[in-house]
């Protein structure tokens, strides 16, 4: 977990407002939007951010959501929307970076810090739970293993250039992370392809409304 200490000082802050994705701990607590929306309101109050502040985070996450969407209208090449996507999310990290001042990136590094041998932890686990169910082979465990250390030395490649600004070295984090499912789903059998389908249809169903909620007479 080395290279999350290099990325920057406000990774943590980034994944809460849903962009990161990775880096905030998943603490006992609703999931979902909900839970999403109580964390960064816990990460805001904690970095004692302005109404003002709050106001200019909100307005460059709700561009990156904006334009995220209109990209996938797009028509544009992977190697296209993989460019565009690193520059919305350079973009991004950069508003934040100008919003916060210097002791509430301090703040937010420190609280980032702590709690990251838990997120070490709780990816240990789930890492261990998803090869257990889709039954991994011990070839593609070695698979999984080399993907993510691949990763890990092209995020620790750009974290250790002092040329490299930190939104950059965020944004670049980011869509090295994000490319890690796609290249372990393809290592995986047809018959584990659609048991992770599996997984993915009861996590989805987890998070709708209870069917008998849905067949209940309008008032």
Do not use: C
């Not at 998803?130 to 750009?158: G, N, P, S, Y």
């Not at 997984?199 to 987890?206: D, G, K, Q, T």
């Amino acid at each position: 977990m080395q290279t999350w200490k290099k990325i920057g000082v406000f990774g943590g802050l980034a994944a809460a407002l849903v962009v990161a994705g990775a880096g905030v701990s998943r603490a006992a607590g609703p999931e979902g939007p909900w839970g999403r929306r109580i964390r960064l309101i816990q990460a805001l109050r904690a970095l004692g951010v302005t109404p003002d502040q709050g106001r200019a985070l909100k307005a460059a996450a709700v561009h990156l959501a904006v334009e995220r969407r209109a990209l996938n209208l797009e028509d544009l090449s992977a190697p296209e929307r993989k460019e565009r996507l690193f520059q919305l999310r350079r973009d991004f990290f950069a508003r934040v970076d100008a919003t916060l001042t210097a002791d509430q990136k301090a703040k937010l590094k420190a609280w980032f810090e702590q709690g990251r041998a838990a997120r070490a932890e709780q990816l240990r686990q789930r890492a261990a739970a998803f090869a257990t169910q889709l039954q991994l082979t011990a070839e593609q465990r070695e698979r999984a293993k080399d993907i993510i250390q691949q990763a890990k030395a092209r995020i620790d490649q750009v974290a250790g250039d002092a040329a490299v600004d930190t939104p950059t070295r965020l944004a670049t984090a980011i869509g090295v992370l994000e490319e890690i499912p796609g290249q372990i789903y393809r290592t995986l059998t047809p018959e584990q392809k659609e048991k992770a389908k599996g997984l993915l249809e009861a996590a989805i169903r987890s998070r709708l409304p209870v069917e008998n909620l849905l067949n209940q007479d309008a008032p």
